[in-house]
């Protein structure tokens, strides 16, 4: 009896098949059940304080008004200097980067770029959740392709196979969420030739640059012109600075690409936030922050890892991002959702099934742990898990 349903029956949903993305779902059932929220990719730890100094002290001086509608040019310039000292690529502050509101955002507004509908974009399973809903709200066509269990590797034949006349672009993800798998050479290599003689476009999610292991190199895009030529890069401020609720990230890309993703953006939210990105461009000049991520993660995975082999969960290796699969065959043969839904109820300790990653879900009895955490939470954490096994 709702007065209002005609309201509801009278849109069609621009999304049929989407409930609530699994981050959300995961963290209430955590709050619910008071568990440890090993779920959903963020830090428990503080972020730097000269870092929120400076957002204060910028806010104190002033900067509380709207900025560029590309984003700051003072941050659009370090975060320049910053890909040639890291990737030797020269791009132009002016015309090659934009600050958006989150690296969720750019990948969206990219996608929205580029696509018509009927497009095809291909991606790789299991994939961010964010992708595929992206893809689809513009009318166009999701092509996943599966990465190979158990190294989630790209089957590069297979991509081959799946491009046609439609295939408007292709989603990487190193390192990867949720697997921790990385490109190597030779996907590059494989990329550069899949794409040769075509229009595909790259939409390259790199929000993890920073967060890679055991001497691994982060295989950006911005390292190969060829490929940069066309390229969307996507980055996250969130990751690299402990902030993920700040939702600021960034867009690279060629001029020409650059000026259509801008007026898709200047649309949607225009601009964002002042305070924040005059305190990044402050706070870029140091390299330590950033530099030192990648040891400073792994030791958290080699922390987590070395409690977890009290417990018959089984880890996969992963060379980067927050996260790492373990394998729970030794434990249950619940599927993953409702194995994540009693761990989190019954074991208290939230995680995330990877089968909430694929458009059909696949089942490999694996959830992914988020071990960007404090010592203490992953060692709380442990204690539960092993209540239980
Ligand atoms: N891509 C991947 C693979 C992620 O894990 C995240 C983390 N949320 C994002 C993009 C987006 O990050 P942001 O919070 O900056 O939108
Ligand atoms: N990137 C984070 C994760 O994978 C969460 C992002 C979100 O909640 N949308 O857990």
Known sequence: NNPFQFLITSIQSKLPSAGTTIFTVMSALAVKHNAINLGQGFPDFPMNEELVSLVTEAMMNGHNQYVHMCGLPLLRERLAEKVEGLYGQQINPDTDITITPGGTYAIYTALTTILQPGDEVILFEPAYDSYVPNIE??????????????????????????????????????????????????????????????????????????????????????????????????????????????????????????????????????????????????????????LELGSFLQQKRDYFAGLMKQTPFEPLPSYGSYFQLYSYKNISDLPEQAFAEWLTEKGGVATIPVSAFYKVPVENQVVRFCFAKKESTLESAVQKLLAIS
């Not at 990385?182 to 590059?188: G, H, N």
């Not at 295989?219 to 996507?234: A, G, K, N, Q, T």
């Open 137 to 290: 709200i513009n009318g166009a066509i999701a092509v996943p392709i599966p990465l190979v269990f158990p190294d989630y590797a790209i089957d590069w034949n297979v991509v081959r196979a799946k491009i046609t006349p439609r295939t408007k672009a292709i989603i990487l993800n190193s390192p990867h969420n949720p697997t921790g798998s990385v490109l190597s050479e030779t996907d590059i290599e494989q990329l550069r030739l899949t794409v040769k003689d075509t229009n595909i476009i790259i939409i390259s999610d790199e929000v993890y640059e920073h967060l890679i292991f055991d001497q691994k190199k982060h295989l950006s895009i911005l390292r190969y012109p060829d490929l940069m030529e066309r390229s969307f890069v996507c980055f996250s401020f969130g990751k690299v600075y402990h902030c993920t609720g700040w939702k600021l990230g960034y867009c690279i890309g060629p001029a020409n690409l650059m000026k259509e993703f801008r007026k898709v953006h200047q649309f949607n939210c225009f601009t964002c936030n002042s305070p924040m990105q005059v305190a990044l461009a402050a706070f870029l000049t140091k390299k330590e922050p950033y």
